[in-house]
T-cell receptor
Framework: GAVVSQHPSWVICKSGTSVKIECRSL??????MFWYRQFPKQSLMLMAT?????????EQGVEKDKFLINHASLTLSTLTVTSAHPEDSSFYIC??????????????FGSGTQLSVL | DAKTTQPNSMESNEEEPVHLPCNHS???????IHWYRQLPSQGPEYVIH???SNVNNRMASLAIAEDRKSSTLILHRATLRDAAVYYC?????????????FGTGTRLKVLA
């Protein structure tokens, strides 16, 4: 149980275009989802915390107009990278908390999206 | 946000125990200690978590110091599939929301 599905797995886009990444909790409800980005051989950096039905909370230094996050339901959060540029190329990973029962401390992660901006 | 400090890398022989240390001297009383591991090009996977007492599960054991300023993840018998980057994380609460901040992680190499 506790599967988080993230799509697409990889995407290549031209500079200036927007890219949407979806994160779904398949068998549980996730009031809170988290978005991270990761550069090669580095750790995960928290970008924002997404709460269902409310605005996302962004970490310091993360541009909210650049990285649009929508958490419209208890099972779906999306990250849209707007007007992407080569420096936005990175591995983006979503994660979700299961609010129910004994699993509510754990984070369950998607498999990540490798974004390459040409 | 409280931070964690881990060695950059460690090596272990297959089928031997592995002790992965983590320092978190600025931990607050309500922070949980979590461990996750990540294989290349994948999202991290939950390993174990605890607050004050030592914890065991089917994957590993977590030993927490009495003052909670450090902890150790114990893999009882390392296998080649355990080769990964292991992250020690403090789960805190900010403005009523859980927050999971990753440290630099330890890259574990398992030798056959």
């Amino acid at each position: 149980g506790a599967v988080v599905s993230q799509h697409p797995s990889w995407v290549i886009c031209k500079s200036g275009t927007s890219v949407k990444i979806e994160c779904r909790s398949l068998d549980f409800q996730a009031t809170t989802m988290f978005w991270y980005r990761q550069f090669p051989k580095q750790s995960l950096m928290l970008m924002a915390t997404s709460n269902e039905g409310s605005k996302a909370t962004y970490e310091q230094g993360v541009e909210k107009d650049k990285f649009l996050i929508n958490h419209a339901s208890l099972t779906l959060s999306t990250l849209t990278v707007t007007s992407a540029h080569p420096e936005d190329s990175s591995f983006y990973i979503c994660s979700a908390r299961d609010m129910q029962g004994a699993r509510n401390e754990k984070l369950f992660f998607g498999s990540g999206t490798q974004l390459s901006v040409l | 946000d409280a931070k964690t400090t881990q060695p950059n890398s460690m090596e272990s022989n297959e089928e031997e125990p592995v002790h992965l240390p983590c320092n978190h001297s600025t931990i607050s009383g309500t922070d949980y200690i979590h461990w996750y591991r990540q294989l290349p090009s994948q999202g991290p996977e939950y390993v174990i978590h605890g607050l004050t007492s030592n914890v065991n599960n089917r994957m590993a054991s977590l030993a927490i110091a009495e003052d909670r300023k450090s902890s150790t993840l114990i893999l009882h018998r390392a296998t080649l599939r355990d080769a990964a980057v292991y992250y020690c994380i403090l789960r805190g609460v900010t403005s009523g929301t859980y927050k999971y901040i990753f440290g630099t992680g330890t890259r574990l190499k398992v030798l056959a």
